[in-house]
């Protein structure tokens, strides 16, 4: 889940700042991103899982692949959402004060970003962890793949033993990981931001 976050992280900031810069840019990316991101994510999930097993021989990558695409595009619908909202005058008071583009980016478009960054996270662990179920565990040509995981856990619960208590506190222990994290991590984040870096000029 991190690595498949990092990973989404790493290019959609990028392209979100791209997007600022570059109207055009920003045109063009958005119906793309709706067209790729309108595709569900499981319809991948066998291409994806046949071509990296034929490849390294393992799971692994599949499985942080296969998460990727249930995260991604929460993070890029809102960081775009968030170029959106950046006031045209506070960047042109930047462009008055003869900011560079990466002292633009420093003191004004990154700050401006963090509340979607953070609402496009919670969505994107939400998108990560239904993924994550079917990401670990694939049967092919007569043969089990899998990770060791929560995922892999439940999907062996239920398609291979049948065994209801394993089931029930597979479920239980995610639940109780995702209450958790919203608790304790991303509604403490999410004050902090939106305390911090709310746009009120």
């Known amino acids: 889940m991190v690595i498949a976050y990092l990973l989404s992280l790493g290019w959609t900031l990028p392209c979100a700042l791209a997007a600022n810069e570059n109207p055009n840019f920003k045109r063009w990316l958005a119906p793309a991103a709706e067209i790729a991101g309108s595709m ?4 991948l999930f066998p291409l994806i899982v046949l071509l990296v097993i034929k490849v390294t021989g393992g799971m692994n990558l599949a499985s942080i692949l296969l998460v990727l695409t249930g995260m991604q595009w929460y993070l890029l619908f809102n960081l775009l959402a968030g170029v959106n909202q950046i006031p045209e005058d506070l960047k042109e008071a ?3 004060f003869g900011l560079s583009r990466f002292g633009t980016w420093k003191r004004l478009v990154i700050p401006a970003l963090m509340p979607s960054l953070v609402t496009g996270s919670i969505t994107a662990w939400g998108g990560g962890w239904n993924a994550l179920i079917v990401s670990e565990y694939f049967v092919y040509g ?4 899998q990770v060791l995981g929560l995922g892999a856990l439940l999907d062996q619960a239920t398609y291979q033993t049948g065994n209801s208590v394993m089931i029930l506190l597979s479920l239980l222990s995610m639940v109780a990981v995702v209450i958790t994290l919203n608790r304790l991590v991303w509604r403490r984040v999410y004050d902090v931001v939106m305390e911090r870096f709310k746009l009120d000029y």
């Open 94 to 96: 930047a462009r008055s």
């Open 40 to 43: 569900p994510a499981t319809a």
């Open 142 to 145: 007569n043969h089990h793949y």
